[in-house]
């Protein structure tokens, strides 16, 4: 079973950052991808970034240039670093793990990221 712990979610000024950080308990290893998907008010869920094996990454155009994903595999942690938020990020961010030894999808609780002044 997988488990997945967000944090680091809050509210941030118009231009500035915020951090997440999304903690993977269980049978996560490298070559499964880990990202994350955003779902702002009145909106679907959308993906926003993801990280598969070797580093290769994927950005939504919104957030490109702006927004960087990373991972820790021996700590089976991804990273979401936001910069020059827009108050049209502001969404419940949830991480997401493919497992690809069992076809599948793991989902964090979501956490809240404002970006407000």
């Known amino acids: 079973q997988v488990q997945l712990v967000e944090s680091g979610g809050g509210l941030a000024q118009p231009g500035g950052s915020l951090r997440l950080s999304c903690a993977a308990s269980?049978?996560?290893?490298?070559?499964?991808?880990m990202g994350w998907y955003r779902r702002a008010p009145g909106k679907q869920r959308e993906l926003v970034a993801a990280i598969a094996a070797y580093g290769r990454t994927n950005y939504a155009d919104s957030v490109k240039g702006r927004f960087t994903i990373s991972r820790d595999n021996a700590e089976k942690t991804v990273y979401l670093q936001m910069n020059s938020l827009k108050p049209e990020d502001t969404a419940v961010y949830f991480c997401d793990v493919f497992q690809l030894s069992n076809i599948k999808d793991y989902w964090g609780q979501g956490i809240q990221g404002t970006a407000s002044s």
């Open positions: 269980g049978n996560i290893f490298s070559i499964d991808t």
